[in-house]
C-alpha cells in the first residue's frame, strides 16, 4: 500500500503487505530528516534518520528515500504487522548552527488490517 | 537506559492560572527541547536548550518560557493560560549535534478549563 497523495493522512495496509509513507519536505537547506512513530497515549518515538549527503538508508524492516530535488521523503515497512499501526511523521531540521528544530509533517495513520 | 521522563502526566488547569512542567532528559544528553502537539496545528517547535542557554526559539508568545539545569533537567513554564493552550506538551533530548536523533518522552496533558 501506498499513500500517494501528499496530503492524504490514511494509509491501510494488509498484514505482510510492504507500506510506503510519502512525506514533502519544505525547506530545500534542510540537512537532516527523521521519521517518527506515534502510537496512542505515547510520544514520538525514534525510526530512522538520515542525512541529506544520502538517498537512501535502511533500518530493521523500514527503508528512508531521500529525493532532494523534489524535497521528498518516503518511509518503506516491509512485512507490514499489526504492530506498526501507528501515525508516522517525517521530520526535517531547520535549526540554526548546531542546533536542533524540527518542522514536523502532519502526519500519516497507518492500520495493518489482519 | 532510561527515556526521556516528564512529570506530571496530567494537568488540568483554569483559564489565566500559570503551570510549570518538568523533564529530565536519557542520561549523557545535553540537549532538551519541547514541543506542543495539538490535533489542530500538529507538533510545532516551542524551545530548544544546550548546557543551559536557550539555543533555538519557536513562534510562541512570550507567556511561553522554559530554562535548563546544570544536570540537564528542564523546565517549561505558560503563563496566564489560555484555552487554546490545551494540548500535549513534548519534551525529546538528544546529543546536542544537529544530526543526532530527538528522543521524546510520553507529554503532559494539559487542559485549560
Known amino acids: 500500500g501506498e499513500n500517494v497523495g501528499l496530503h492524504l493522512p490514511t494509509l491501510s495496509v494488509q498484514e505482510g503487505d510492504n507500506s510506503i509513507i510519502n512525506c514533502a519536505y519544505s525547506?530545500?537547506?534542510?540537512?537532516?530528516f527523521i521519521w517518527y512513530k506515534q502510537e496512542s497515549g505515547k510520544g514520538p518515538q525514534f525510526i530512522i534518520d538520515?542525512?541529506?549527503?544520502?538517498d537512501k538508508r535502511q533500518g530493521q524492516r523500514v527503508t528512508v528515500l531521500l529525493n532532494k530535488t523534489v524535497k521528498h521523503l518516503s518511509l518503506q515497512i516491509a512485512a507490514t504487522q499489526p504492530g506498526d499501526s501507528a501515525v508516522y511523521f517525517c521530520a526535517e531540521n531547520e535549526g540554526q548552527g548546531s542546533g536542533s528544530r524540527l518542522t514536523f509533517g502532519e502526519g500519516t495513520q497507518l492500520t495493518v488490517n489482519p | 537506559k532510561a527515556g526521556v521522563t516528564q512529570t506530571p502526566r496530567y494537568l488540568i488547569k483554569t483559564r489565566g492560572q500559570q503551570v510549570t512542567l518538568s523533564c529530565s532528559p536519557i542520561?549523557?544528553?545535553?540537549?532538551v527541547s519541547w514541543y506542543q502537539q495539538t490535533p489542530g496545528q500538529g507538533l510545532q517547535f516551542l524551545f530548544e536548550y544546550f548546557s543551559e542557554t536557550q539555543r533555538n526559539k519557536g513562534n510562541f508568545p512570550g507567556r511561553f518560557s522554559g530554562r535548563q539545569f546544570s544536570n540537564s533537567r528542564s523546565e517549561m513554564n505558560v503563563s496566564t493560560l489560555e484555552l487554546g493552550d490545551s494540548a500535549l506538551y513534548l519534551c525529546?533530548?538528544?546529543?546536542?549535534?544537529?544530526?543526532?536523533?530527538?528522543?521524546f518522552g510520553n507529554g503532559t496533558r494539559l487542559t485549560v478549563t
Open positions: 525547506n530545500s537547506a534542510s540537512d537532516y
Open positions: 525529546a533530548s538528544s546529543r546536542g549535534d544537529r544530526n543526532s536523533p530527538l528522543h
Open positions: 542520561s549523557g544528553h545535553r540537549s
Open positions: 538520515i542525512r541529506s549527503n544520502m
